[in-house]
Structures are given as structure tokens and as C-alpha cells.
């Protein structure tokens, strides 16, 4: 019995038996009470801990990210007033361009096919005329012989053999008046002697004896001209000249 009443009174001291007062029951040693206390004393500010740092971060993400949205936001009405603003100068560019294009086709008529050559300075008595390029028709009929026909008469000395005379001229084939030379198209007024077989036959016999600041025009056979061979570019067949003979010395 007392064997037993010890092995008792043993256990039920160490599950929290014991006369009141006494020191609080433990296990092996230990304070139960005193660890359950401290485990809850322990806990309750991790986990208030936690939980704020939880909401700081939580509000730290929600700060970055209307931070984001804001940068994204930013950047695309960037883009977008750029895109604007390039649309809007091309929009104005291309307006610019129909209208000079439009008023360039609305002034600017067809360019003729020969440009008109520049009016030429002249001595004082010339006749006005001369200081224009003449329009030059084909002629009519067979040509035979020499023909000169006065347009303008001047009223300066007549052209001798042997002086060099100074000329603007323009040269048409006489059949279908088209031109193959003209000194006018240069702006340089031709300077040679005459008379004396520096030019075609045609201007030694045509030219003397005309007043200097007329305007003739020759109508010259093949014969008198370039002949009837093309050979190298030389123009063959009859041909007609209007000449000015603006000076002879």
C-alpha cells in the first residue's frame, strides 16, 4: 500500500495536484504555466509586426505602381503630341506644295520650243528692230539664183570687199523653214571679213553693198550655200538668212 499510495501521490503532483499555496505544478522541471505565458506574451507582437509591415510594403507596391501608370501615361501623351505635331507640319507642308504647284501650273504657261533671245544693244540710228531675233518663214517656189530682199534699210556706210563686218543672223532651210543656226541663240553678234572667201558664197556676194544697220534676207541655191552633201552635219540644200550688219570696218 504504501508502495503504491507513493507512486500516486507522485504522478498526481506532476499533472498540477498539490495542497493549495503551493508552487505551481511542472513537467520535468519546468513551469507550464510560465511557458504558456510567454509563448502568448512572444506571438502577439510578431504578428503585429507582420502585419504592418505587411500594409508598408502593400502600400509601397501601390505607390510604384501609380507611379508606373503615371510614367506609362506620361510617355504616351509624350508620343501622342509628338505624333501631332509631325502629322500637323506635313499637313501644312503638303498644303504648301499643291499650292505651288498649283500656281506654278496656273502661271507658268507651255515654254516655247525656241526660247526668245535677249533684246540686243544697238548704235544710236539703228531701227529698233534690230534689236530683236526676226521669225523667219520657209520660201516658196524653186530657188535658182541669189535673191536679196531688204527688211529693214539702214542708213550707216555700204558694206566694202575686205571689211570685216559684224552680224546677227538667223539660218532656215528654205524648204520648210526650220533653223539650224542662229547667232542671236549665243547672245554673240558673228564678226568676219567679207568679200573675200571667209564665208559661203552666198554672204560674199549678198552682204557688199548693203548699208550698215540694215536687215536683209538671203535666199541662197545650194551652189552658193553648203551644196547638196549633209556630210558632217552641214546643212544642204537652199537655205534663207536673215542678216543685220550692225558695223563694218
Same mark, same amino acid.
Not at 522541471?29 to 504558456?36: F, I, Y
Not at 501601390?62 to 506635313?90: D, M, T, W
Not at 503638303?94 to 499650292?99: L, R
Given at each position: 500500500?504504501?508502495?503504491?499510495?507513493?507512486?500516486? =501521490?507522485? +504522478?498526481?503532483?506532476?499533472?498540477?495536484?498539490?495542497?493549495? =499555496?503551493?508552487?505551481?505544478?511542472?513537467?520535468?522541471?519546468?513551469?507550464? @504555466?510560465?511557458?504558456?505565458?510567454?509563448?502568448?506574451?512572444?506571438?502577439?507582437?510578431?504578428?503585429?509586426?507582420? *502585419?504592418?509591415?505587411?500594409?508598408?510594403?502593400?502600400?509601397?507596391?501601390?505607390?510604384?505602381? *501609380? *507611379?508606373? *501608370?503615371? @510614367? $506609362?501615361? %506620361?510617355?504616351?501623351?509624350? +508620343?501622342?503630341?509628338?505624333?501631332?505635331?509631325?502629322? %500637323?507640319?506635313?499637313?501644312?507642308? @503638303?498644303?504648301?506644295?499643291?499650292k505651288?504647284?498649283?500656281?506654278?501650273? !496656273?502661271? @507658268?504657261?507651255?515654254?516655247?520650243?525656241?526660247? !526668245?533671245?535677249?533684246?540686243?544693244?544697238?548704235?544710236?540710228?539703228?531701227? #529698233?528692230?534690230? /534689236?530683236?531675233?526676226?521669225?523667219?518663214?520657209? =520660201?516658196?517656189?524653186?530657188?535658182?539664183?541669189?535673191?536679196?530682199?531688204?527688211?529693214? /534699210? =539702214?542708213?550707216? #556706210?555700204?558694206? /566694202?570687199?575686205?571689211?570685216? &563686218?559684224?552680224?546677227?543672223?538667223?539660218? +532656215?532651210?528654205?524648204?520648210? %523653214? /526650220?533653223?539650224?543656226?542662229?547667232?542671236?541663240?549665243?547672245?554673240?553678234?558673228?564678226?568676219?571679213? $567679207?568679200?573675200?572667201?571667209?564665208? &559661203?558664197?552666198?554672204?560674199?556676194?549678198g552682204?557688199?553693198?548693203?548699208?550698215?544697220?540694215?536687215? +536683209?534676207?538671203?535666199?541662197?541655191?545650194?551652189?552658193?550655200?553648203?551644196?547638196?552633201?549633209?556630210?558632217?552635219?552641214?546643212?544642204?540644200?537652199?537655205?534663207?538668212?536673215?542678216?543685220?550688219?550692225l558695223?563694218?570696218?
Amino acid at each position: 500500500m504504501g508502495t503504491l499510495g507513493l507512486w500516486a =501521490g507522485t +504522478v498526481c503532483a506532476g499533472l498540477g495536484g498539490g495542497p493549495p =499555496g503551493a508552487h505551481p505544478p511542472t513537467l520535468q522541471g519546468v513551469d507550464v @504555466s510560465e511557458r504558456v505565458e510567454n509563448r502568448s506574451a512572444g506571438q502577439a507582437p510578431a504578428t503585429k509586426a507582420q *502585419r504592418r509591415l505587411a500594409a508598408q510594403l502593400a502600400e509601397k507596391k501601390a505607390a510604384e505602381a *501609380r *507611379r508606373r *501608370r503615371q @510614367s $506609362i501615361l %506620361g510617355a504616351a501623351v509624350g +508620343v501622342l503630341a509628338v505624333v501631332a505635331l509631325v502629322g %500637323g507640319l506635313v499637313w501644312l507642308n @503638303s498644303g504648301d506644295d499643291d499650292k505651288t504647284s498649283t500656281a506654278g501650273s !496656273s502661271a @507658268s504657261p507651255t515654254a516655247p520650243a525656241e526660247p !526668245s533671245a535677249p533684246a540686243q544693244e544697238l548704235p544710236a540710228g539703228f531701227d #529698233p528692230a534690230l /534689236k530683236t531675233k526676226p521669225t523667219v518663214q520657209a =520660201g516658196t517656189g524653186e530657188l535658182t539664183k541669189l535673191t536679196v530682199t531688204t527688211l529693214v /534699210k =539702214g542708213t550707216g #556706210p555700204a558694206v /566694202k570687199a575686205g571689211q570685216n &563686218i559684224t552680224t546677227n543672223y538667223v539660218g +532656215v532651210f528654205y524648204k520648210d %523653214g /526650220k533653223q539650224f543656226d542662229a547667232s542671236w541663240d549665243s547672245g554673240q553678234p558673228a564678226t568676219f571679213q $567679207i568679200g573675200v572667201g571667209q564665208v &559661203i558664197k552666198g554672204w560674199d556676194q549678198g552682204l557688199v553693198g548693203v548699208p550698215v544697220g540694215s536687215r +536683209v534676207q538671203l535666199d541662197l541655191p545650194a551652189e552658193l550655200a553648203y551644196g547638196n552633201d549633209a556630210a558632217g552635219g552641214r546643212p544642204a540644200g537652199p537655205l534663207r538668212f536673215v542678216v543685220d550688219v550692225l558695223a563694218a570696218q
